[in-house]
């Protein structure tokens, strides 16, 4: 997907409105779309290519590393840390904090 390449799930408006805009469908159909391809809804599909951006991140960036939980979760476009954090954790099973200690 185009807009995979080009990060925009980084964006905090990467919602299934705006991708539908965007790529000119409508959101049931790219709804549909994604839970055929991934097997989950968009909002999990979305969260998931953040937390992975954010351990790919943490990996090869070690200035990455030392930013804190909620600068984080703002800079792949999380509105709160708190949200952002569950999320890791239920992909990683550790939070943000402990992933990046145990590199």
Do not use: C, W
Request: net charge positive.
């Amino acid at each position: 997907m185009a807009l995979e390449e080009k990060l925009e799930y980084l964006n905090a408006d990467f919602t299934l409105s705006y991708v539908a805009k965007k790529i000119k469908t409508n959101t049931t159909y790219l709804s549909y779309v994604v839970n055929k391809r991934f097997g989950k809804s968009f909002g999990e599909y979305s969260n998931e290519l953040k937390i992975n951006y954010v351990i790919n991140q943490m990996i090869t960036n070690h200035l990455y590393r030392k930013y804190s939980t909620q600068a984080i979760a703002e800079s792949v476009g999380f509105k709160n840390a708190v949200s952002f954090a569950k999320s890791f954790r239920k992909r990683t099973g550790v939070s943000p904090a402990q992933f990046a200690s145990n590199i």
